[in-house]
């Protein structure tokens, strides 16, 4: 788990990357583009918009101010975004290094 620092307004936020966090994070950006992709069904997921933005907040040290809370949440989308990279890009060099330390087979024909 790593913590990262988040700082707004002068305010220097503290939050750990916790799985839990990341996948708050993920069901936030999916309400996000649900609300985006069929704008009637904003007002049925708003409230889940507002509970998940809320949860997300909630984790981070000192208490997120009211009027911190947009870039709060625009930052720690970039963060759970930036980190979900990192780990594609480590697990395709893990990936790319065991193919490539496997012993190939060679096959011996038979005459």
Do not use: C, W
Request: aromatic share 4%; proline share 4%; charged share 35%.
């Amino acid at each position: 788990m790593l913590t990262r620092e988040i700082s707004i307004s002068g305010t220097d936020y503290h939050i750990t990357l916790t799985d839990q966090l990341l996948n708050q994070v993920n069901n936030l950006k999916s309400l996000y583009s649900a609300a985006y992709e069929d704008p009637e069904s904003f007002e049925q997921v708003s409230s889940e918009i507002s509970n998940a933005i809320t949860e997300i907040a909630a984790q981070a040290e000192p208490p997120v101010a009211d009027d911190d809370l947009d870039k709060f949440i625009q930052e720690i989308i970039k963060v759970v975004d930036k980190k979900a990279a990192e780990i594609e890009e480590l697990e395709g060099k893990a990936a790319k290094a065991k193919k490539e330390a496997k012993p190939e087979k060679h096959s011996k024909s038979k005459k």
